[in-house]
């Protein structure tokens, strides 16, 4: 007892001394931050690659628009499906382990996307990938909440989300490079050396996991005691009665499915950029596909800076829903504005380019909400939940966009239809209390 008597008294004077404290947190971001960006980007990646595949790949495969959206959108069913036990496991046998298997596997299912030859196949990968990958992202925000208290999440969550534009800003030139240049080396198409090319930096950070990383405060060799007991200390500032902690509270509770709405609306736009950006500009006229790669990467260089510099604001000023729904106000009218630019590429482009960081920029304050309110069990099944659940926009979007094209040759009625739904989504955060929202 005296042990823990000792760690409050050091660590108090550490909160006493602010340039200790910061040098601390930096110390533990650069220990943590890039591993989560590295894993959320190949997450991206691997996830959107089939946007640039497509391209070559419909034709090997037999695959229409519509048969294309419901294969890219069943990697969100066997997300959605597995996302709440993954998180649970991720908490019960530790963040190391976990997030290694989580990569390992979704590395392995991804290369395996290179053996496709009929579409079946192509449906039945793509349901397994959503399997491997369930539980990276709520995984990695309950991990988050393990170091990190409330006011200093806004940067952090922007720091490893950002892996989200980054994985286009680099992939799709690299994915465009590999369409363009390997088609037909060694006899193989250049959609199926993107798919094994692309799967192999999940593996390696599956092993950086495994190695590299620790599982909780208290298993960090690189702190000593003093700064273990700050870190803790600076984490039990944020209980409070508002938070729920039992695993079944967190079924039950409406803000968790709120949360969870609000941003599968968000990911109604994210997610038509994401899969079907490369589709819209070759529809306009353009064939290279490293033109194409080149033109993709603009709306998510755009986010990157939109979500660091949103992220950092919200944690400045403590203050999170005008950061998160001004934002996506902002992306849905561009979205919609963009049906309006029928007629030229560089106007589409810039709309969908401010759009996409809009949006995107919304991200790191939003997910800071649900810590205000989910601890322990409920925290691990809360984010998850909110996660599976934001996900089935993922398969509506890719579904409808693609039936909507089918049907009538422009994806103009879905992204006017997504914009209206993202910015009625938004407007209800307003329904939750601001002393929930804004405790940062």
């Given at each position: ?119 079946m196949?192509?449906?039945?990968l793509r ?11 709520p ?48 006899g193989?198409a ?13 593996v ?41 902690s ?79 729904v ?97 910015a ?10 601001r ?6």
């Amino acid at each position: 007892m005296a042990l823990d008597l000792s760690f409050d008294s050091t660590a108090a004077g550490m909160a006493a001394d602010g340039a200790q404290a910061d040098a601390l947190y930096r110390r533990l971001t650069w220990r943590i931050a890039p591993f989560l960006c590295l894993g959320f980007l190949a997450a991206y990646v691997d996830r959107v690659n089939v946007g640039f595949a497509k391209l070559r790949m419909a034709a090997d495969l037999g695959l229409g628009e519509a048969a294309y959206g419901l294969g890219a959108g069943l990697f969100f069913v066997g997300y959605v499906l597995c996302e709440v036990p993954s998180n649970i496991l991720l908490q019960r046998v530790g963040a190391r382990f976990w997030l290694a298997r989580i990569m390992l596997t979704w590395g392995v299912v991804s290369g395996a996307m290179c053996l496709v030859h009929t579409p079946m196949a192509f449906y039945a990968l793509r349901l397994l990938l959503g399997v491997a990958e369930a539980g990276f992202m709520p995984g990695a925000l309950l991990y988050l909440s393990q170091w990190f208290p409330p006011e200093r999440r806004g940067r952090l969550t922007a720091l490893f989300m950002i892996g989200i534009p980054l994985s286009s800003v680099l992939g799709a030139p690299l994915s465009g490079f590999i369409l363009a240049h390997f088609s037909g080396v060694g006899g193989i198409a250049g959609w199926r050396w993107l798919f094994a090319v692309e799967s192999l930096p999940p593996v390696l950070l599956g092993l950086w996991a495994l190695f590299g990383l620790p599982d909780r405060i208290e298993t960090a060799d690189w702190l000593d005691a003093r700064e273990k007991g700050f870190l803790r200390g600076q984490l039990r500032h944020g209980h409070d009665d508002h938070a729920i902690s039992r695993l079944w509270q967190a079924f039950a509770d409406p803000r968790v499915w709120h949360v969870g709405l609000i941003d599968g609306a968000i990911l109604l736009g994210l997610y038509t950029v994401a899969f079907w950006f490369p589709t819209f500009l070759k529809g306009r006229g353009v064939a290279d596909p490293m033109t194409i790669g080149l033109i993709t990467m603009v709306p998510h260089l755009c986010a990157v800076f939109s979500m660091v510099l949103n992220g950092w604001h919200s944690d400045r000023t403590g203050e999170r829903r005008l950061h998160v729904v001004l934002p996506v106000l902002l992306g849905a009218f561009l979205l919609g504005c963009s049906v309006l630019a029928d007629g030229s590429l560089a106007v589409s482009v810039c709309l969908i380019a401010l759009a996409n960081a809009a949006i995107l920029g919304a991200l790191p304050p939003f997910w800071c909400i649900p810590a205000n309110f989910l601890r322990g069990p409920a925290a691990a099944a809360g984010l998850a939940i909110a996660c599976s659940f934001a996900n089935l926009a993922g398969f509506f979007a890719t579904g409808i966009i693609g039936w909507t094209i089918q049907r009538t040759h422009s994806p103009d009625l879905a992204l006017v239809l997504f914009a209206c739904v993202m910015a009625a989504a938004a407007l209800s955060l307003f329904l939750i209390p601001r002393e929930i929202v804004d405790r940062a």
